[in-house]
């Protein structure tokens, strides 16, 4: 920043040599620290003074310079020309002298000649303090100078018919003494200053300071707290010419109206609180600036978004209509004109701004304070039409509430797009669990959603109605029994598009089946229903026995599906069960129920009926004898008297005879019960049951 400082002195320190007149001793430039210097000087200033010792020929074009010595030690300086025929002489006077009595200067150098090179000064290697014109001794001896020393350099450029030539000097200081300076001074100057603007377009070119219109009023005085930087004991001022800048003559003291054609300056200088005489309150610090217009404008945009699922309202993101092209701008955003001129209610949330279509006003704010206002007009983008639509599908086999759907094939919508599928309008709206399977989604009755999108990124969402076709089964197909020697016809009825029987038959019904259980399918529509039809063997009756009371046959019968019907020969049948007048022996029973099957068969045998026997031993009707039923399956012969009570039983052990005695004693004569019973040897060992009465006559 220290370079900074040197490089803004020296520049406005050439500058002043193009603008600036020469200046008296009284009005002498302060010479601040050892920059460099470059300036042209132009005329004799005020008074052509007298300047004594080698400088008899009084002012051409001078400047005055006032130096104040910081740190003692050796000045020395290189004071060279732009063009090497410029004649320059010069001459210091002091140390501390006053411009009322200068006295003859302690150094002094007219010495250079046309031609031979125009630089001069003082060094470390002459020894000459005086050198008068057509010398040949451009330097003179370096100065031994003191801390707080004030001395006055005065510089003329030469110039006659015999020198033409006017060009600007450069001077450089030499030597290990330091020029006093506040703006070198870190105890003084504190913090490093701060131009004002910003860079031109040609870094050369002053700094410029962005006004919103042209002409503008412009108080100065708000641009001296950035440029001071804090540097306490520092003043500044603002002139429309460098001369004035330099020597602080004629300040802006209020606000004006300001060009942007012009060069504006701004002059900053220390002032010593303790010191008002301090040499130091003299160094100047001058800038140039100008005057930029920044006026911005807006661009009215229109925008779009989604209005999605025909919501009337669609998601703006306000921060991405292109209402400014340049950059570092704020803007807010507002809902009325009228809120934006009195800067209230503006749109918290302009990313994510909800709105139907309408407007909303826009103050752009340059990075300078510049203000415009833009339009934005909220569109909704070409709306995604689509319908409600409904998928039917025929019923899985084994799950008939649930069938197979393919949602890509639901006539939702004509417009291109991308489809997503949902269980859920919820789902859809918030694009969540996603059906993946949409092809092949397996679902009962119900509803889906599809949510269609465009290029746009906007969407709709139809709702897609579920139909499971049910099964069609024939309602007069039914289950049949038939006699298991019988065969009969099963019809699945008409009204189906398409049979197709387990026996291979495509008809409607088919004829000739025994008993078993067959299948058909029956396609109505796209859809096959899978029915089963048994038909079932009829249960057969059963005689469960057979009750034999001497020429009466009663048969007792169980299963089969009454009513029954009963035949002696299986020729004549009765219905009822018992049959009378049955003769001796061996006869049938034929038995059927009411599916008229094969009846069912036994055999039984009628016993020779014994009322009497007289056991006397004279061989006539001595015994009982059941004998000829011993090849019967469980043949029991029980004799009872007359209370009831079992008094003998016969079994192969004693050939089935009873003799007419009680545990080997003659029973009392009278009458007697007795029950003969046994299985048949048939399929179903049909029972029998034999019963009659005997009177037993004992003769002694």
Not at 300 to 329: E, I, P, Q, R
Not at 548 to 572: F, H, L, R
Request: glycine letters at 8%; charged letters at 10%; hydrophobic letters at 35%.
């Amino acid at each position: 920043m220290k370079n900074m400082k040197k490089y803004l002195l020296l520049f406005f320190l050439l500058i002043s040599g193009w603008s600036f007149s020469q200046a008296d001793c009284s009005t002498a430039l302060a010479v601040c620290g050892n920059s460099n210097i470059t300036y042209s000087p132009s005329g004799i200033g005020a008074t052509n003074e007298s300047l004594g010792g080698c400088l008899v020929s009084g002012e051409h074009n001078s400047i005055w310079y006032k130096i104040t010595i910081a740190t003692g030690g050796t000045l020395t300086f290189d004071l060279v020309p732009s063009d090497p025929d410029a004649d320059y002489d010069w001459a210091i006077y002091g140390p501390n002298a006053s411009c009322g009595s200068l006295g003859t200067p302690v150094r002094c150098n007219a010495a250079t000649v046309l031609g031979v090179g125009a630089s001069t000064g003082l060094n470390m290697t002459s020894t000459i303090t005086s050198a008068a014109g057509g010398s040949l001794t451009p330097y003179c001896r370096y100065l031994d100078v003191l801390p707080g020393q004030t001395y006055y350099l005065y510089i003329d450029n030469w110039v006659d018919v015999f020198n033409p030539v006017m060009a600007p000097f450069s001077l450089t200081w030499g030597g290990t003494a330091t020029l006093a300076s506040p703006f070198t001074n870190p105890a003084i100057q504190t913090q490093p200053f701060t131009a004002p603007g910003i860079p031109a377009a040609n870094p050369a070119d002053p700094r410029e300071i962005i006004i919103c219109q042209n002409p503008a009023v412009f108080d100065f005085s708000t641009l001296s707290a950035g440029i001071l930087n804090g540097n306490s004991n520092f003043q500044i001022s603002y002139h429309t010419s460098q001369n004035n800048a330099l020597s602080g003559a004629s300040p802006i003291l209020a606000p004006q109206n300001v060009s942007t054609t012009a060069t504006y300056y701004y002059s900053i200088h220390y002032q010593d609180p303790a010191n008002p005489a301090n040499p130091l309150n003299s160094c100047r610090q001058v800038g140039a600036f100008k005057f930029k217009q920044g006026n911005i404008t807006g661009n009215n945009v229109t925008l779009f978004s989604c209005n999605n699922n025909n919501a009337g309202t669609a998601v703006f993101n306000l921060t991405t209509a292109a209402v400014f092209t340049g950059t570092n701008a704020t803007k807010v955003y507002y809902q009325s004109l009228s809120d934006l001129n009195g800067g209230v209610n503006h749109i918290t949330d302009p990313a994510n701004f909800v709105s139907a279509e309408g407007t909303v006003y826009v103050k752009i704010t340059s990075q300078f304070g510049c203000t415009a206002t833009a339009v934005i007009t909220l569109k909704f983008h070409p709306v995604v039409i689509v319908t409600e639509a409904t998928l039917r599908s025929c019923f899985i086999e084994g799950s008939p509430s649930t069938a197979v759907f393919d949602l890509s094939t639901a006539p939702v919508t004509a417009q291109t797009g991308i489809k997503t599928y949902y269980p859920s309008l919820a789902d859809a709206q918030n694009g969540t669990n996603l059906i993946s399977g949409f092809t092949n989604y397996t679902a009962s009755s119900g509803v889906v959603f599809i949510r269609v999108t465009n290029a746009n990124g906007c969407y709709a969402i139809a709702k897609v109605n579920l139909f499971v076709i049910p099964p069609v089964y024939s309602a007069i197909l039914q289950d049949k029994t038939i006699c298991m020697e019988d065969h009969t016809m099963l019809d699945a009825g008409p009204g189906f598009t398409a049979y197709e029987w387990s026996t291979g038959a495509t008809t409607q019904s088919i004829s000739n089946v025994g008993v078993g259980t067959y299948w058909v399918k029956l396609k109505t529509g796209a859809c096959t229903a899978y029915q089963t039809v048994k038909i079932y063997a009829a249960e057969q009756p059963v005689i469960s026995g057979i009750d034999v009371a001497n020429n009466t046959v009663t048969v007792n019968v169980i299963g089969g599906t009454p009513p029954y019907q009963y035949s002696g020969d299986g020729i004549s049948w009765q219905d009822s069960h018992v049959f009378t007048n049955v003769p001796r022996g061996d006869n049938q029973v034929f038995v059927k129920d009411a599916y008229d099957c094969e009846p069912v068969t036994v055999t039984i045998v009628v016993p020779n009926l014994i009322n009497v026997i007289t056991p006397n031993g004279d061989g006539v009707n001595d015994i009982i004898d059941y004998s000829a039923l011993g090849s019967k399956q469980n043949l029991i012969f029980t004799i009872f008297d007359r209370y009831g009570n079992k008094i003998f039983e016969a079994s192969k052990f004693n050939g089935y005879q009873w003799n007419g005695t009680i545990a080997g004693n003659k029973a009392p004569t009278g009458t007697y019960w007795y029950s003969v019973t046994w299985n048949e040897n048939d399929k179903k060992n049909t029972p029998i049951k034999y019963t009659g009465w005997v009177l037993v006559k004992n003769r002694d």
